[in-house]
């Protein structure tokens, strides 16, 4: 197997991925609007995230969406983490579970951080109408 072939395995996987974890529908409009000059981030973020980590046996996808999830909320990023949201719920995380990663992130990374999450969780919440 070429290197390339090898890179060409790896972002189908992570362009697979992306797309049950995050919904086609997102994935293809991220695609379809990505320019001259995003496009290799494009890339980069398919293969490399999507490919070459969430493709990993050592954590299932609900464990992952749940470290996403709290490393967004450190990170302070709102856009992210709407995104993450949404695919938590498609890999099964409960309402219960969200409400647990960012009670626990008040801790370690600050009240303000999870107060900002919960507010973004409860409004994709209310967008998918998840009960």
Not at 23 to 47: C, I, K, N, Y
Not at 96 to 115: S, W
Request: hydrophobic content about 40%.
């Amino acid at each position: 197997m070429t290197n390339e072939t090898s890179h060409r395995d790896t972002f189908n996987a992570g362009l697979q991925a992306r797309k049950e974890v995050l919904g086609e529908a997102h994935v293809e409009r991220s695609l379809a609007q990505a320019t001259e000059f995003t496009q290799p981030m494009q890339e980069l973020v398919t293969e490399y995230c999507w490919g070459a980590i969430w493709t990993r046996e050592g954590l299932d996808r609900q464990t992952r969406s749940l470290l996403n999830l709290a490393l967004l909320t450190a990170l302070n990023r709102s856009h992210e983490l709407a995104v993450h949201v949404r695919g938590a719920i498609n890999n099964g995380v409960t309402k219960q579970q969200l409400q647990e990663v960012f009670l626990q992130t008040a801790i370690y990374v600050g009240v303000p951080a999870a107060l900002e999450s919960f507010r973004i969780a409860e409004k994709v919440i209310e967008e998918m109408d998840v009960q």
